[in-house]
């Protein structure tokens, strides 16, 4: 089940410079960095209360956020669903007609199980599902 939104993504074409912005402009604290190797993306992450917002930048210029950037520059990315049962979110949301960019759940950050909805099944949002494996 869907328990909440876990983060928003805001695709950024300069990671420290964002960061920077998030931090002294903003006064957002830094949670950390990290390199999600599997999609080629370096992220940054800012806890809110319930919510983040993730930054997010093409690892080593590679990968599905160069090419967003390079279209779009940098906005709003995604919306990701934090969920408690993922494979039983999948199931559901397959049986209902959403299509999905893969066809499992891979690795993401924070040792999270992720997977994203094809933004055509959400009008023209790219959602993502989230569940940490350390969850309960």
């Known amino acids: 089940m869907i328990t909440g939104l876990d983060h928003i993504a805001v ?13 002294e402009d903003f006064g957002l604290i830094l ?20 919510t983040s917002i993730e ?18 520059g940098g906005g709003l990315h995604h919306l990701c669903f934090r969920s408690d049962n ?7 949301l397959k049986a209902r007609g959403y299509q999905f960019l893969s066809d499992a759940p891979t690795m993401g950050a924070h040792n999270s199980r992720v997977i994203f ?3 055509k099944s959400c009008d023209g949002v790219l959602i993502e599902l989230n569940q940490r494996i350390d969850a309960h």
């Open 55 to 72: 930054l997010v930048h093409p690892l080593k210029g590679e990968g599905a956020i160069a090419a967003y950037l390079e279209k779009k």
């Open 117 to 119: 909805i094809h933004p």
């Open 11 to 23: 695709a950024v074409p300069d990671l420290e410079k964002a960061i920077k912005r998030f931090m």
């Open 31 to 50: 949670e950390g960095t990290e390199d999600v190797t599997a999609v080629k993306t370096a992220t940054a992450f800012f806890p809110l209360t319930s």
């Open 86 to 92: 993922i494979d039983a979110d999948i199931a559901r």
